[in-house]
């Protein structure tokens, strides 16, 4: 295949301008090539896949000219990749680590050696691909895990169909786990193969290089569309996909209130062993794969590529049922499943056995559901089971999909090496998995409990009635785009707030955090207070709280877990001021209903709580109006003299913040008082006629 620029299976992304811009730094013009794999999914996966390159540096000791490799660091992504990602190291020393290496029952040993070999010792980790690319004599490496590669790399006629498709250019190597012993059958395989562009790994992945940056690019690109194309031309020719759909799947909104009925099931099954949180995807892909013939018995086989097995376990659950109680069974068989594994395939030093729930739980006619610490967790390893899917896919169509053994797949799940990995990674947030629901959540309350809330590890749902796209957007861009969803709502309606937690459901997997902050307020004498101020303000803060809290508690049921709901209610509910008898009234209704769910939720070890603000003026919707004009003429004073007034009046003569109220909210859910309910923690800077008594 000729060099063209010209693809129709891959992205070819190469901007000109941009690299005549870095010509003159090649570690730069590097980072750009590896940004650009990173970007097209069909290349490789989030953090799958290495690149490298090989420059002349001065050394610093000897100031003579010496070889040093850049490579992407542990546990990187060469989307995202930045020179602080990358480890270098003397090229030299790592050749010189051939004297040293014992055999492959000494492969972990010479990880070690690596930060011996390091040009610059405060850079990024090496990987253990670090010898798959050093002892390679090539300036610019890429090793990736394409789905179309790797459809031929886990085919059972996988060496066969490489020679059809590229004859004498390609080499095979048989599967084995990634470390010295293996760079070491690279370097032998080019030694022996001069005219080779590339090296195909069994089960793994793909290896192409270049003289440039431009040509490895172009090197990887061809070389992936060329099996993109064979695949396509095989798909369907010797049976249908995956054998044909034997199911149809449900119309999407159906599909979609399916799985939001099983879902806060799911999650809290699969959080057993540590809180978890959820994603979901119906894409077309999955579909295809969940409805068709094969489904048991491709399922069954697990994946290939090392990098989807880390991410998605030893193999899906698929349900067979959706009831509570059919979930629970299939979740026991699971477990006991996974054990009976982890017996037959442990060694004598192998780490504990880990969460024996499954990460990936596939729902035919529906989609896939996937667990894990986090969201973006969650969300990457579906996307490996969809890349595990498109692998299935291929290599059905032209040969028998063949996935690893289960010794091997076991060998690097419990590697000693992972299990160090782990044990390095920093201690959760302390609401790490938690997933927190915040009505009034776009207002200046509201969204300051959000972000403290997302500070410590949150996921979060701000539902309100307003300024939806612009939270979500300033949020996402502060905290992460996997962790923040906003979500209209009307408290005074069931339906709104069912679709609202729904989406957040669809989201996240379930809800472990009610805050009911949804409010407005109403200052007028008695005599000026109509009937609609009445209904109103009962409607949002006591109907608004009832039907939020009588909602979320059923999800909070369903998944068995224990939860948390934190009303924000007012000073106002203790005391008796002036001009206020609506909101005052309202403000105490929701104070005592706390405590009246916080009797009754007990037994489902569900929480309920409320803070008392008091003149919360920055940042505060609820100043925004009449308010603020009401309660100065109530206290005889002007409006701009408010927050001077609020805070002379209490016994720290502090003013009161939105982010105060936000801490109170976060000490209530954060573990700290996990053994408090029914209490009220007031934030007024100490108003002795409010204290609770």
Not at 282 to 287: F, P, Q, S, W
Not at 626 to 645: F, N, S, T
Request: with cysteine; aromatic share 8%.
């Amino acid at each position: 295949m000729e060099n063209t620029l010209t693809f129709k299976y891959v992205s070819y992304l190469w901007d000109e301008n941009k690299a005549a811009e870095l010509a003159n730094n090649e570690v730069d013009l590097f980072i750009y090539r590896s940004n650009l794999l990173g970007a097209d999914l069909r290349l490789t996966n989030y953090a799958g896949g290495n690149t490298s390159c090989k420059i002349t540096e001065t050394d610093p000791l000897t100031g003579e000219p010496v070889e040093v490799m850049w490579v992407k660091g542990s546990g990187g992504d060469i989307g995202t990749l930045t020179k602080k990602g990358c480890a270098n190291l003397y090229v030299d020393r790592l050749h010189a680590l051939k004297k040293r290496y014992r055999g492959l029952a000494f492969e972990d040993e010479m990880v070690g050696l690596f930060d011996h070999c390091l040009f610059d010792p405060k850079c990024a980790a090496p990987s253990i691909d670090t010898p798959l690319h050093g002892l390679l004599p090539f300036k610019h490496i890429d090793h990736l895990h394409p789905d179309a590669l790797i459809a031929i790399a886990a085919s059972k006629d996988g060496e066969q169909i490489m020679k059809d498709i590229w004859g004498d250019t390609m080499a095979w190597l048989p599967w084995q786990r990634p470390g010295f012993d293996l760079g070491l059958k690279l370097e032998e395989t080019v030694k022996n193969n001069p005219n080779l562009r590339g090296v195909i790994l069994g089960g793994h992945g793909l290896f192409t290089w270049g003289n440039t940056s431009y040509e490895s690019y172009i090197n990887t690109l061809e070389v992936i569309e060329m099996a993109s194309v064979y695949l396509e031309q095989n798909y369907g020719k010797k049976r249908p996909v995956f054998g044909g759909a034997v199911r149809e799947s449900k119309a999407e909104a159906d599909r979609k209130t399916a799985a939001a009925e099983v879902m806060p099931t799911l999650r809290g099954l699969a959080s057993s062993y540590r809180r978890m949180v959820g994603h979901f995807t119906d894409d077309a892909r999955v579909l295809e794969f969940v409805n068709s013939s094969d489904l048991e018995r491709l399922a069954q086989k697990g994946t290939s590529c090392p990098d989807h097995f880390l991410r998605t376990k030893i193999r899906p659950l698929v349900l067979k049922g959706t009831t509570k109680e059919e979930i629970e069974k299939q979740f026991e068989a699971y477990r006991a499943d996974y054990v009976a594994y982890y017996e037959r395939c442990k060694h004598p030093n192998s780490p504990a056995v880990r969460d024996t729930n499954p990460v990936v739980i596939l729902y035919p006619g529906v989609g896939m559901f996937s667990f894990a610490k986090d969201k973006q967790t969650a969300r990457v390893a579906a996307e490996f089971y969809t890349n595990a899917i498109n692998v299935m896919k291929g290599a059905e169509a032209i040969s028998e999909y063949v996935g690893l053994s289960e010794q091997e797949a076991f060998n690097i799940e419990y590697w000693l090496l992972e299990e160090a990995k782990l044990q390095r990674m920093p201690k959760p947030k302390s609401l790490s998995g938690k997933i927190a629901f915040v009505t009034g959540g776009t207002g200046g309350i509201g969204k300051a409990i959000c972000e403290e809330l997302l500070r410590e590890g949150a996921c979060i749902i701000a539902a309100d009635r307003d300024r939806l796209e612009e939270t979500q957007t300033e949020l996402r861009k502060q905290y992460g785009k996997d962790v923040v969803l906003t979500a209209g709502i009307d408290v005074t309606q069931s339906e709104p707030i069912a679709e609202a937690l729904k989406q957040g459901i669809l989201q996240f997997g379930g809800v472990d955090i009610v805050v009911n902050c949804a409010g407005l307020s109403i200052s007028k004498p008695l005599e000026d207070h109509t009937l609609a101020d009445w209904n109103i303000l009962q409607d949002v803060l006591v109907k608004g709280q009832f039907l939020v809290s009588q909602e979320s508690v059923k999800i909070m049921r369903q998944q068995g877990l224990d939860g948390d709901i934190v009303n924000i209610a007012s000073k106002n509910a203790l005391f008796a001021g002036p001009n206020n008898v609506g909101y005052g009234t309202a403000k105490a209704a929701q104070a005592h209903m706390s405590r009246l769910l916080a009797a009754e939720l007990g037994k489902d070890k569900i929480r309920v709580n409320t803070v008392n603000p008091d003149a919360v003026l920055r940042g505060s919707k609820i100043w925004e109006g009449e308010w603020a004009e009401g309660r100065a003429k109530a206290y005889g004073i002007k409006v701009e003299d408010l927050p001077k007034m609020y805070a002379a009046r209490t016994l720290l003569n502090e003013e009161i913040l939105t982010e105060d109220i936000a801490k109170a909210v976060r000490v209530f859910v954060d573990g700290s008082l996990s053994k408090s309910t029914g209490n009220i923690l007031n934030v007024d800077g100490g108003v002795a006629v409010a204290f609770v008594r």
